[in-house]
């Protein structure tokens, strides 16, 4: 069956990499395939978790792992870790925060779209730092440190290419020496998959990534690993706790131990519940991604890009391909640049919903609107489409120009 058959919509060419709002990563029959297995049995998420939180700790290098739904819902069931430890009547409190502590600090150049991921928790963001002083803007370590005080529940840092930033080894020691909990967004720092334990190496409590992106997992799944104790409190309020203190299976662990009073309820992390399936499905996905060839898969992507990059040469534009590790990325973009004799923001903007509205639906990288280019990007390409996407791609921009 197609999606065209379940839901009647076409699908969309995509040429602009595993976003959310393009469905993410396109599936492969062995991912989709541990899905289906495990959609057919029961079993207690309790312990599918366990298994998985298990391999997720041993491939990243931490003591612990969970699976989330997604990274923006690691980051919202971290940071409520970090708020609430191991206390049911905090968990129980979120994410009203009063009496708790409820601040971690970030660094203007990591404030991003997905920072309100660690609001929904109920903590409230202290942002440090200049804005354009002396370039584009710079934290000095000082700065993080003097906004630190006992409500200061941890400390954030996305990955990305902001310059001038305190980077991850001195926050960590900020961090380390005031005993607060460094939580890192790595959502979209793969590849290179040596970023697994790269951050965890240097002293995170906890990272997130996506299962989605480049992993190629299910589109509502994601990685957190970390602390065990932070974990532990991440497992406590998102899963489902529909249960009595006699039969709970943890309670040995937490009641009859008395490292808990009694088991806490349905907590701030149940409604972004992860199913068995995305679970199967991230784990065979990190698999596949643990066990594929890189470098191959680079060479893939350029050259699909390269063939769509043929069909622009008759046409009026500018096309460059730049190769992993520029800007940050991990893989290859084809950039490309229209002559328009008009207004440039209009006419790019106008290229790229012709092409997201046409036959077939092409879907092209936005980030370069801003100086009047679209980006290639050929991760969730499927090489089949290649030509389609370069004729199409060709097409609109001589219409265009
Ligand atoms: C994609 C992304 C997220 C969100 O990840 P999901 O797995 O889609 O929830 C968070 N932070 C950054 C930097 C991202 O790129």
Redesign the pocket.
């Known amino acids: 069956m197609s999606l065209k058959e379940i839901l009647g919509i076409e699908p969309v060419i995509n040429c602009a990499g595993p976003l959310?709002r393009l469905g993410?990563m396109p599936l492969s029959a062995r991912v989709t395939d541990a899905m289906a297995a495990a959609g057919r049995d029961s079993a207690r998420i309790e312990d599918v978790q366990r298994a998985a939180g298990a391999y997720l700790a041993d491939v990243c290098g931490a003591e612990a792992g969970y699976v989330t739904?997604?990274?923006?819902?690691?980051?919202t069931v971290g940071a409520a870790a970090c708020i609430a430890g191991l206390s049911p009547a905090a968990m129980d409190q979120l994410p009203d925060t009063t009496g708790l502590k409820n601040e971690i600090v970030v660094q203007r150049a990591h404030v991003?779209a997905?920072s309100h991921?660690l609001r929904v928790s109920g903590a409230k963001l202290i942002d440090v730092g200049y804005v354009g002083f002396p370039g584009q803007g710079i934290t000095w370590g000082w700065q993080v440190e003097a906004a630190i005080n006992d409500r200061t529940a941890a400390l954030f840092y996305?990955?990305?290419s902001a310059e001038g930033i305190v980077e991850l080894p001195e926050l960590v020691e900020i961090g380390r020496k005031h005993g607060i909990p460094v939580i890192v967004?790595?959502?979209?720092a793969l590849p290179p998959k040596s970023n697994l334990r790269h951050f965890v190496e240097l002293g995170a409590d906890l990272v997130?990534?996506?299962?989605?992106?480049a992993i190629g997992g299910p589109?509502a799944?994601?990685i957190l690993v970390g602390r065990s104790d932070l974990i532990e409190s991440v497992a406590l309020q998102h899963q489902d706790m529909d249960v009595y203190p006699e039969t709970w299976t943890f309670r040995d662990t937490y009641l009859n131990s008395q490292r808990l009073p009694g088991p806490p309820h349905h907590g701030l992390g149940r409604p972004m519940k992860v199913g068995k399936e995305e679970v199967a499905g991230l784990v065979v996905a990190l698999r596949a991604y643990l066990e594929g060839d890189e470098e191959k898969e680079i060479r893939r992507q350029r050259e699909d890009l390269l063939t769509i990059s043929d069909y622009l040469s008759s046409t009026r534009s500018k096309a460059v391909l730049h190769e992993p590790g520029e800007g940050g990325r991990g893989f290859p973009v084809l950039e490309i640049y229209p002559h328009f004799t008009g207004d440039p923001g209009k006419s790019i903007s106008m290229l790229i919903n012709s092409l997201i509205d046409g036959d077939p639906s092409v879907a092209v990288s936005q980030g370069l609107m801003h100086r009047g280019g679209i980006g290639i990007i050929a991760s969730a390409l499927k090489s089949s489409d290649a030509h389609r996407a370069g004729e199409r791609i060709a097409a609109e921009v001589k219409a265009l120009t």
């Open positions: 959310t993410g739904a997604g990274a923006a819902a690691g980051l991003t997905y991921a996305s990955v990305g967004d790595a959502a979209a997130v990534f996506s299962g989605g992106k589109q799944s994601g």
